[in-house]
């Protein structure tokens, strides 16, 4: 049982598209995405249904921070391993986008 | 201050449900000792996911039951020449583009009948699409990518602006692009929404600006800014109900404004931040509307869409 959660639950679920968040949900409870399939809600008995209703498995706070950060670093290690010749940083910044920012969970 | 009598002329009613009402309405449901209104509101839901490649800087168009998303960056220096098509509830792939390509200049139409234009590196190639095969037609006069873009058909299409830094924008008639207006503020990475003859370009680079304008088929005009400068966003609508969301502050962002031909509104925010959405121009108004793909936080692409939707619903009024 998660200790840290606070006022969100935190989730991990791969996003199945059509269905996976409704309308109705969005009304009901604030829900946002992250890299990593890490998603964090207000923790509501209407979330909690439908973090059950996906198949979601439920973190703690810090469980899902990790999961975060892990894949940003990635990112952000991809993107400096990523260089062309004689390329400039905002040719640079334009073909890749801007480097991939830490993201701190709320 | 004045009283709810003062100002609609009658008492708050009281009801035995909460049918048959409208927007604006404020009643007490005697059933259940609440005090409600009927209020409109729009939100993000999960729409169909893409059947192929992780993908950004696509080309899309259409509604949120009949859009088409086309080519875009697969990952870093990767392109996709495929096509799919979506029904409201399940995408499925249909013919290929000829020239693989992202970062369209954009184009404009429907999910059965468009025109794509341009792409990275400024090209100036474009195809028509007649829901079967796509055709290549006459070039754009400039080159270009990261464009703003709306039509209503593979007949019918404007571009304005986009990368390098441009004002220029070109009519589609169906044979030929020709030039039109300049825009006052020349950008790229900016969203359309409209048509022809009513198009807005909204925000984008030059550096990031809140800037809007509007095409009345003959110049543009200054309109209301956007609350908050971005680029790489997503966009649609009419050029009197618009909706733009996500994109680069330069962080990628999730919030989502709303037009109503006066000013711009913040309102529910995309459930998952990105930018570089598949999103053209949308045929329906900036209360329906999707977003395609497009670019997380950790870069690359996605496969799945969300969905834009403004809906009225009877509200209970909360006290402190």
Redesign the interface.
């Known amino acids: 049982m998660a200790t840290d959660k606070g006022f969100f639950n935190y989730w991990v679920v791969e996003n199945s598209g059509k269905g996976f968040i409704t309308h109705v949900d969005s009304r009901k409870f604030w829900i946002s995405g992250y890299p990593g399939n890490v998603w964090v809600c207000d923790d509501i008995p209407e979330s909690r249904d439908w973090g059950a209703r996906n198949s979601a498995a439920s973190k703690t706070k810090s469980q899902a921070q990790t999961v975060v950060t892990n894949v940003i670093d990635d990112a952000k290690d991809a993107w400096d391993a990523d260089n062309e010749e004689g390329e400039s940083a905002e040719e640079k910044i334009a073909r890749l986008g801007i480097k991939p920012e830490t993201i701190t969970l709320p | 201050m004045a009283t709810y009598k003062e100002i609609h002329g009658i008492n708050i009613q009281y009801r035995d449900s909460d049918a048959t009402a409208v927007e604006g309405d404020v009643w007490y449901n005697a059933s259940t000792g609440l005090l409600k209104m009927h209020q409109s509101?729009g939100?993000?839901?999960?729409?169909?996911?893409l059947n192929t490649n992780e993908r950004a800087m696509s080309a899309g168009f259409g509604l949120q039951t009949a859009a088409i998303c086309v080519g875009g960056i697969t990952s870093?220096?990767g392109v996709t020449d495929v096509v799919e098509q979506y029904n409201g509830?399940?995408w499925s792939e249909v013919g290929d583009i000829n020239t693989a390509r992202g970062t369209f200049a954009g184009g404009g139409g429907t999910s059965s009948s468009s025109v794509v234009a341009g792409g990275s590196p400024n090209l100036a190639i474009c195809e028509s699409w007649n829901d079967s095969t796509w055709t290549e037609v006459a070039n754009l006069t400039t080159g270009r990518q990261a464009a703003a873009s709306c039509g209503t058909s593979n007949t019918a299409a404007l571009i304005a602006s986009g990368n390098p830094n441009l004002a220029i924008a070109e009519l589609w008639n169906g044979a030929s692009w020709s030039e039109v207006a300049d825009l006052s503020t020349a950008r790229s990475h900016c969203a359309g929404a409209g048509t022809t003859t009513a198009m807005l370009v909204i925000t984008g680079y030059n550096p990031k600006t809140v800037n809007v304008e509007l095409y009345n088929g003959t110049a543009w005009s200054e309109q209301s800014n956007v609350n908050t400068a971005r680029y790489?966003l997503g966009g649609g609508g009419t050029s009197t109900s618009a909706v733009i969301f996500g994109g680069?502050t330069?962080?990628?962002v999730?919030s989502t404004e709303q037009y109503d031909g006066s000013s711009w509104t913040e309102v529910?925010?995309l459930?998952?931040?990105g930018?570089?959405f598949g999103t053209g121009d949308s045929g329906d108004s900036g209360e329906l509307a999707i977003a395609i793909s497009g670019?997380?936080?950790?870069?690359?692409g996605t496969r799945?869409?969300e969905e834009w939707?403004v809906?009225a619903?009877a509200e209970t009024i909360a006290f402190d």
């Open positions: 509101s939100s993000w839901a999960a729409g169909g996911t870093p220096g509830s399940a790489n680069n330069p962080s990628i999730n529910a925010n459930a998952t931040a930018n570089d670019s997380p936080p950790s870069g690359g799945g869409t939707t809906a619903s």
